[in-house]
């Protein structure tokens, strides 16, 4: 059975961190409808004084983050030790597992900075896990092509018979990132039971039975259930990632950068940040 379009969301323009222009694709919503996955940001701003205030240092517990970065570049620093800088086809995986202090600070560029963040919910068997923390350069990333034309980079989990480079986070997803000529198909299969979404980072994509949609740069579509997505590109092609994950189905309790089970555990998060006693 072909999936069809449940739902498709715009995101809000808003800004975070200390004044990061972006789009928050999905987040924060009452109905968990993204189960597994908790937060899409579209990060991205043509003009550096939209995003070089950054993401200063900050707390995360609970979650797994990870980064896409489109381009530009973002230096990064963590409580664990790691530092370096990300650019242009290049990742990072955060696992904040008990808990992380880390900071995200675009840089200065010629052009526009853009990247995705997406937050993928642990199980509350993983939620107090020691932190990890990986970097993934543009060569980890294979591209398989498409018989029309065009071509998926495999970010995670496995396509064509290609495994993507994030292997570890617990809630095992699939990601890819598809770009499409004009008219290109995509079909995309073993979907069974998974939350699966699309979001368009450029042109405009329809979805079958009858080219629903188009969904368009800068919105996602949620999927009904079913095994097979097809997906047609519109007349001036079309990137986009797709991202699949089983849900969880646990209760979730989140304030800002911490998403536990229960008030309690928020209340305690809080509380050992403000003592001093947050990373483990
Ligand atoms: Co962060």
Do not use: C
Request: no cysteine; charged share 20%; hydrophobic share 40%.
């Amino acid at each position: 059975m072909l999936r069809t379009i449940h739902r498709i969301v715009h995101g809000q323009e808003t800004f975070d961190g200390a004044g990061v222009k972006l789009r928050r694709v999905f987040g924060f919503s009452a109905d968990n409808a993204f189960d597994p996955f908790l937060l899409l940001d579209d990060f991205g701003a043509d003009r550096p004084e939209d995003y070089l205030a950054g993401f200063p240092w900050h707390p995360h517990r609970g979650i797994e983050t990870v980064t896409w970065m489109l381009e530009g570049r973002v230096a990064h620093g963590d409580s664990l030790g790691n530092e370096g800088v990300i650019g242009p086809g290049e990742m990072q995986w955060m696992s904040a597992g008990s808990g992380i202090i880390h900071q995200e600070m675009p840089e200065r560029g010629e052009g526009r900075l853009r990247g995705l963040q997406l937050w993928v919910n642990l199980p509350a068997a993983h939620k107090m896990s020691p932190p990890r923390y990986r970097g993934i350069s543009p060569d980890e990333v294979p591209r398989v092509p498409l018989p029309g034309g065009g071509s998926v980079l495999v970010l995670a989990g496995t396509y064509g018979g290609v495994t993507g480079p994030v292997r570890d986070v617990v809630a095992s997803p699939r990601y890819l990132d598809v770009i499409l000529p004009a008219g290109g198909a995509f079909t995309w299969d073993d979907l069974t039971g998974l939350t699966v979404f699309a979001y368009v980072i450029e042109g405009a994509v329809g979805f079958a039975p009858d080219h629903a949609g188009p969904v368009r740069r800068g919105s996602a579509a949620l999927f009904s259930d079913g095994d097979a997505l097809q997906a047609l590109a519109g007349n001036d092609g079309a990137r986009m990632v797709l991202v699949a994950g089983a849900p969880l189905r646990e209760p979730v309790a989140w304030r800002g950068p911490i998403v536990m089970n229960t008030q309690q555990e928020l209340d305690l998060a809080f509380r050992e940040f403000h003592a001093g006693t947050f990373v483990k």
